[in-house]
T-cell receptor, first 112, second 109 residues
């Protein structure tokens, strides 16, 4: 089984809809991250969490919110989706800030 | 100026060729450096960390030049399976990593 899983893997939704992307990990890491990837822009950090009680904004948090339900679970919500949130979304985990991040398989989100 | 900059490519090379990518970073206080590999529509995966003394893993060699603030990745004897996007990653502010936009490599037979 994969160490980091994301659901759904693909989602098409309409402008204005609320949508939640979920991430689970079995690596036992405290640190979890949400990124979005757009062509030519690389990965950009949306939110990150260093433990269950710690949530931090990344560079592009506007329009997004997160919830850290447990050490193993970190969900990303789009309260009112808009077309420019169409992107590939990745969840990642790490043991600390200086070593490898492990990524989930990604969620391809399309907002019409 | 972007915090981490890479030549987007694509680099089109024949099998067996040697190819090198560079990446520059803006924060001289950066402490950790990595190369990740990303296959089309897949998640990034760590290829190798980059140490101050340089490091080698099989056909791959990574080097760090702190004075000029760049890291490099050298791939020798390129294989078709090396075709991917290579992401330069830098820990710039202690708490999180900053990813470059990636360099596309296409190895052709």
């Amino acid at each position: 089984d994969a160490d980091v899983t994301q659901t759904p893997r693909n989602r098409i939704t309409k402008t204005g809809k609320r949508i939640m992307l979920e991430c689970s990990q079995t690596k036992g890491h405290d640190r979890m991250y949400w990124y979005r990837q757009d062509p030519g822009l690389g990965l950009r950090l949306i939110y990150y969490s260093f433990d269950v009680k710690d949530i931090n904004k990344g560079e592009i948090s506007d329009g997004y919110s997160v919830s850290r339900q447990a050490q193993a679970k970190f969900s990303l919500s789009l309260e009112s989706a808009i077309p420019n949130q169409t992107a590939l979304y990745f969840c990642a985990t790490s043991e600390d800030s200086y070593n490898e991040q492990f990524f989930g398989p990604g969620t391809r989100l399309t907002v019409l | 100026r972007k915090e981490v900059e890479q030549d987007p490519g694509p680099f089109n090379v024949p099998e067996g060729a040697t190819v090198a990518f560079n990446c520059t970073y803006s924060n001289s206080a950066s402490q950790s450096f990595f190369w990740y590999r990303q296959d089309c529509r897949k998640e990034p995966k760590l290829l190798m960390s980059v140490y101050s003394s340089g490091n080698e893993d099989g056909r791959f060699t990574a080097q760090l030049n702190r004075a000029s603030q760049y890291i490099s990745l050298l791939i020798r004897d390129s294989k078709l399976s090396d075709s991917a996007t290579y992401l330069c990653v830098v820990n710039m502010r202690g708490n999180k990593l900053v990813f470059g936009a990636g360099t596309i490599l296409r190895v052709k037979s």
